[in-house]
């Protein structure tokens, strides 16, 4: 049973609203939170650590107030240890969904705002990209962009290897990466076949064949997708 008092200020108000914000290395400029420009990012040290954020989760539920919960990152990656949901729950939220309203700030950042090659220029090296769709200017725009990253972000060092042990290694089949690799399988990652077995989507609609060779796919994805439909062909004889 919750306390009996509320959070207020000097003149009364009671606060009814708690933002956690999970790290300060945000790529979202909100108004009431972070400078278009950014901020520098605060020592370790000076970050709440898990025990601290389900403290103060704590004492906010413990409140008479209409409590609501907002978490905020846009970086899961830089904190991924942390199992939010599991801290809710040793804070002794109550998380009866039938009374809750869950927004994902993530997914309207993906749906608003464009992720182009040509946004990315334009955010990491606030250049606008004229050429765009040109394979030289595109592959110099790239090369640009990973640069700018790698100053924006330090942790993930200065070689391909100390970025990769960040960001993780996708084993890819295509360029495109409209196919990858599941336990040594070739799947689909795009489209209403997304996770299923390239193979097995062939042998029992040959058609998806003819209709990818036509579409407006990559040619090295065509390629490749050439390559599994043969070998999975010549199987069947």
């Known amino acids: 049973m919750r306390d009996q008092f509320v959070l207020a200020d000097a003149f009364g108000r009671v606060a009814t609203d708690l933002r956690v914000s999970l790290t300060d290395r945000c790529n979202l400029r909100c ?6 420009e950014g901020l520098d990012w605060l020592p370790g040290a000076d970050v709440l650590t898990d025990e601290e954020i389900v403290r103060l989760i704590t004492i906010g539920n413990s409140t008479q107030a209409a409590f609501q919960l907002a978490i905020a990152t846009t970086e899961a990656p830089l904190r991924g240890h942390l199992e939010r949901s599991a801290s809710l729950v040793r804070a002794g939220m109550d998380l009866d969904m039938k009374n ?4 994902d ?3 309207i950042f993906h749906l608003m705002e464009q992720r182009t090659l040509s946004a990315a220029y ?4 606030n250049k606008v990209h004229i050429s765009a769709h040109s394979a030289e200017a595109d592959a110099l725009a790239t090369l640009e962009i990973f640069h700018a990253q790698l100053e924006r972000y330090p942790d993930l060092g200065n070689s391909i290897e ?3 042990k960040v960001i993780g ?3 890819i089949v295509d360029f495109a990466r409209r196919f990858t690799i599941e336990n040594g399988v070739e799947i689909f990652n795009f489209g209403k076949h997304k996770g299923r077995p390239i193979c097995d989507v062939l042998k029992a609609e040959p058609q998806y064949y003819d209709w990818m060779m036509k579409g407006d796919f990559p040619m090295h994805t065509k390629q490749k997708l050439t390559e599994i439909y043969t070998r999975t062909m010549l199987k069947k004889i």
């Open 31 to 36: 108004a009431y939170c972070m400078p278009p």
């Open 122 to 125: 334009k955010f990491y090296c």
């Open 100 to 103: 809750r309203k869950l927004v």
């Open 105 to 107: 700030i993530q997914k």
């Open 162 to 164: 100390s970025v990769l």
């Open 169 to 171: 290694e996708d084993v």
